[in-house]
């Protein structure tokens, strides 16, 4: 692998690891008043778009869209999970594992020569 198929995988872990702190890091601090919270979200989406969108622009030199977009979704389950774990507090079940893991199975399919 090159950096051109490299680069934008880093790019959408760090994005995906400020659009989760954006969307749900105000979990842990329900008792702000929502319009704060918003406030920060969008301050704190503005970082993840100032690495997504590059990463969709160099990625799309060498991945398809559908490549992108589910490399972005296994990316973002990953990070979710261990921030719902070590950030909120909460504990991942076989469900999830099943749930993730068929989402997995999904992705292989993307990634694939196509069938046929």
């Known amino acids: 692998m090159t950096s051109a198929h490299i680069t934008p995988i ?3 872990v760090a994005s995906n690891v400020f659009m989760t702190f954006a969307w749900y890091g105000h979990l842990a601090h329900k008792s702000k ?3 704060i919270v918003i406030m920060v979200s969008w301050g704190i989406a503005f970082f993840e778009y100032c ?5 969709n622009r160099m990625g799309h ?5 559908a ?3 589910t490399m972005q979704e296994v990316i973002t389950l990953v990070i979710f999970a261990l921030f ?3 950030w909120l507090g909460e504990k991942l079940t076989i ?4 749930g ?5 199975g999904g992705a292989w399919f993307v990634f694939r020569a196509p069938l046929g």
């Open 51 to 55: 690495l997504a969108v590059p990463a």
């Open 100 to 104: 993730f893991a068929m989402i997995a």
């Open 33 to 35: 008043p929502l319009l």
């Open 67 to 69: 490549e992108l977009k």
């Open 61 to 65: 030199q060498v991945y398809s869209a």
């Open 95 to 98: 469900n999830h594992a099943i």
């Open 10 to 12: 880093l790019l959408l």
């Open 84 to 86: 719902a774990v070590f």
